[in-house]
């Protein structure tokens, strides 16, 4: 029990002298998991309107494929991720095997499903009469999806900030395709929150791991903090 | 302008429309009444092109709406409409009234002028940067009627509009239509399952029932000489006595229903089916032991088998071999000295008689 209060004042301490090793791996995983999350918003926001404008044969199994991957396992990511990535994989030349490259790739992949169904169920939450509305007020096809997509905005939005809460936390991929490294420079270090938390617990720093676990969860309230400013509106 | 030619609607298994037939002339209100589920609301969707009919043509100024083609875009544009429920976009509110301008893609200060106007129009001045989603159902509904307006459209239809509103901005509601049509001659088509709105706001009425038009007339024709027997109850006639036409000539008739000979103005042959429709207003009813019945007219013996209070007046039945209620008020009934069980006369003109023939 003491180790555990002298772990939290010693987490505050770090904290507030903003430590920098602590500094440098709360900043490498919002950089990753940011970038990742603009990736997958890109390809899912398209995706899961095209999803739902379209009209195609399957439509509600694809629909519910997707819903099914929202509880796809980091680790089964990180996996093929590694597969894909490895020396003996597809796509080993590109040498990106434990780069933050090879982590934003991972957590692109892991958030995907979750943007595109989010996309698709807050298309779905537009008001029929909305629709009608702006097919009654002459909207050509363009306008139309322009303006349903406009009026799902916040909905897709807090699809966004629930992509990132799920790329920042996750730790099996990370770990898989990241490493864990810690060099030199901070572009080419792979060690991340979560990672960390993993490797300073196992080394019995708990003071870091506290320290380091404060700061993903004030992540987690400020993206918490948007979703629910967002849904508010 | 509007042409409905034997419009038909399925949904699955469903038939809602059976074929509708029927004209709405330019510059006219037309009302469409009837039931919830008779298919006021697929009807104006129909002509709106959110829905395509079964069978049967839609036209507009000659144009099937409906025929494939490009023309469908320019048809909408020709038409506004203003839904039941009260719906505004997630924006302020000159932004909602400015969309359908947009669409036309109109300059910034044609769409600034025109949006002041449509909101002075509604009586909206000032509500221009407000968030619509914060205003009342009825000012959304005005908003919703403004942003239909706001583009100059030749026919406006609402379906229901006023359905889920307070009875002050129903009233609100109606003046605008009204004025809309009267200053602009936009042609309206206006649905409503409220006849009394219907009968206020129309120069013609189509009444839809079981799909179809049971009966198309100026407001005086559909509350006065009801087609048919569903009509007369849709349009609040309380009283509806069947029974077989027993004598007929010199322009009246006498019909007998539950054992009574009723006197009607309407030639009829002897063995024709018909429904009496009969106004409660029409009705007198006084004691038994006074001097009543009105000359030429239907002078009925019964007794009071009834009084249900409603509000300041009661709801009073006599059976007469058939039962036929109008009502009083609570002094009239009281200097009559009227009871449950009192013998009563009820008296009626045989004008006061409208009969239809049995479907």
């Known amino acids: 029990m003491y180790e555990i209060i002298e772990g939290i004042i010693e987490a505050a301490r770090l904290i507030v002298t903003l430590d920098p090793d602590v500094m440098a791996i709360s900043a490498r995983s919002i950089v990753i998991s940011l970038t990742a999350t603009v990736v997958a918003t890109l390809v899912a926001v398209p995706l899961g309107a095209a999803i739902y404008f379209g009209t195609f044969p399957g439509k509600k199994s694809l629909i519910n494929l997707i819903q099914t991957l ?25 040498r990106l095997l434990f780069t933050p490259t090879a982590m934003i790739i991972a957590q692109t992949v892991l958030i995907l499903p979750i943007m595109t169904g989010l996309t698709i169920s807050a298309l779905s939450g537009v008001d029929p009469v909305i ?35 799920r790329a920042i ?37 708990i003071s870091q791991s506290i320290a380091l676990g404060i700061v993903l969860l004030l992540i987690a309230l400020a993206v918490n903090l948007v979703i629910t400013m967002i849904q508010n509106r | 302008m509007i042409e409905l030619d034997n419009v038909s609607k399925r949904f699955d298994a469903t038939t809602v429309l059976s074929g509708v037939t029927g004209r709405v002339e330019q510059g006219e209100i037309f009302t469409v009444i009837g039931p919830s589920g008779a298919g006021k609301s697929t009807l104006l969707r129909l002509i709106d092109l959110l829905d395509s009919p079964t069978g049967g043509a839609i036209r507009i100024k ?69 968030r619509a989603r914060t205003l009342s159902g009825g000012e959304m509904q005005r908003v919703a009627l403004a ?92 009283n509806i006595v069947d029974g077989i036409v027993v004598a007929g000539g010199n322009g009246t008739s006498a019909v007998e229903a539950g054992g009574v000979r009723v006197r009607t103005a309407t030639p009829l042959s002897p063995g024709e089916r018909v429904s009496l429709c009969i106004r409660s207003e029409d009705l007198r009813i006084a004691p038994a032991d006074g001097d009543g019945a009105t000359p030429g007219g239907n002078a009925l013996p019964g007794t009071v088998a009834s009084v249900v209070p409603r509000g300041p007046f009661s709801r009073v039945t006599v059976d007469c071999g058939f039962p036929l209620s ?13 009871q449950g069980g009192s013998p009563v006369v009820v008296s009626f003109a045989a004008e006061s008689v409208h009969v239809v023939r049995e479907d």
């Open chain 2, 326 to 338: 109008s009502v009083l008020s609570w002094k009239t009934l009281d200097n009559l000295g009227i």
């Open chain 2, 147 to 238: 942003r239909a307006m706001v583009t100059e459209p030749e026919i406006l239809l609402m379906d229901e509009p006023t359905a889920n509103l307070d009875p002050v901005s129903v009233e609100k509601i109606e003046e605008l239509v009204l004025r809309i049509n009267r200053d602009l001659g936009t042609t309206i088509l206006f649905s409503t399952h409220d006849m009394y709105q219907g009968q206020r706001l129309a120069h013609r009425i189509g009444v839809l029932m079981d799909g179809r038009f049971a009966q198309v007339g100026t407001p005086r024709e559909v509350f006065t000489v009801p087609a048919t027997r569903d009509v007369a109850r849709f349009v609040g006639i309380e």
């Open chain 1, 169 to 205: 936390s996750e730790v099996g991929a990370a770990i898989l395709v990241g490493g864990n490294i810690m060099a030199s420079s901070f572009a080419s270090s792979t060690r991340v929150l979560t990672t960390a938390i993993s490797l300073e617990t196992s080394m019995g720093n």
């Open chain 1, 131 to 165: 629709r009608d509305t702006l097919r009654s007020l002459g909207a050509t096809r363009f306008q139309f999806l322009k303006s349903v997509m406009k009026e799902a905005r916040f909905a897709i939005l807090a699809a966004v900030a629930v992509g990132f809460g």
């Open chain 2, 62 to 130: 000659g144009i099937d709406i409906h025929a494939k083609g490009k023309q469908s875009l320019r048809v909408r544009r020709m038409t506004g409409m203003v839904f039941q429920k009260p719906a505004v976009f997630n924006t302020t509110v000159a932004e909602n009234i400015a969309v359908g301008l947009r669409f036309r893609g109109v300059g910034k200060t044609a769409i600034r002028a025109k949006v002041t106007d449509a909101l002075t129009m509604v009586g909206l001045s000032g509500y221009g940067e407000r």
């Open chain 1, 70 to 94: 929202y509880s796809l396992p980091t680790v089964i990511v990180g996996l093929l991720i590694f597969l894909l990535l490895s020396r003996v994989g597809p796509f080993g030349f590109f």
